[in-house]
């Protein structure tokens, strides 16, 4: 199982490495744009959306601006992820577009809250059961069609899922993909967690 799933994320890889930027901004550009007249995220109220890694994975920055410039039209709250040591992940809200454009980038290349910054904000393990519905937007390195997901390997995604799943809040699991990143097979085993949804630029 682990070895078809690295074989699998080295030849994802391959294909996104002769992917050109103009390419990835413009599928980019179309999922996004699906996204925000997708139902289930215009129904939620607390939207969780990845801060992307330029060109391996959608870019989701217009997702961000769009729920930030418009909190006074379409109210949502804003929550992305926080990477704690090996295995733990926590999604802490932002207010601001200043707040997103201020944030440094962790081991990964990935923007996340500082330390000092999450102090103040809630997160939303904390205040899920307060919403009616939230939608959490994933990333990924491969997906199917129909939902199968495959990560980076960490977990940090799965254990995370399966922990807003075991606590019984009105959840859609969104996964975003390059069409690159559209597989007809994912090797899933028993700790994987699949999407509601996938949304591809065709």
């Known amino acids: 199982m682990q070895l078809a799933k690295r074989e699998l994320r080295s030849s994802i890889k391959s294909r996104l490495r002769a992917l050109s930027p103009e390419e990835c901004a413009r599928q980019s550009d179309i999922v996004c744009s699906k996204v925000l007249e997708n139902v289930k995220f215009k129904n939620a109220s607390l939207v969780s959306v990845y801060l992307s890694m ?72 904390s205040v899920i059961s307060q919403a009616s519905f939230c939608c959490v937007i ?28 075991n606590s019984q809040a009105d959840v859609h699991f969104l996964g975003l993909a390059l069409n690159q990143q559209v597989v007809a097979d994912v090797p899933l085993d028993t700790t994987d967690v699949s999407m509601h949804e996938v949304i591809t630029s065709y």
Request: some cysteine; hydrophobic content about 35%; charged content about 25%.
């Open 54 to 125: 330029p060109g391996v994975e959608v870019d989701t920055s217009p997702i961000v601006r769009h729920i930030l410039q418009n909190k006074c039209v379409t109210p949502k709250r804003l929550f992305i992820p926080m990477v704690h040591g090996s295995c733990d992940m926590s999604m802490v809200e932002l207010l601001t577009e200043q707040e997103w454009l201020s944030l440094s980038a962790n081991n990964w290349g990935i923007k996340q809250p500082s330390e000092e910054l999450a102090k103040h904000r809630e997160r939303l393990e």
């Open 138 to 165: 994933v990333p990924g390195v491969a997906f199917t069609r129909s939902g199968a997901r495959l990560g980076h390997g960490k977990g940090y995604y799965d254990r995370y899922l399966k922990a807003l799943t």
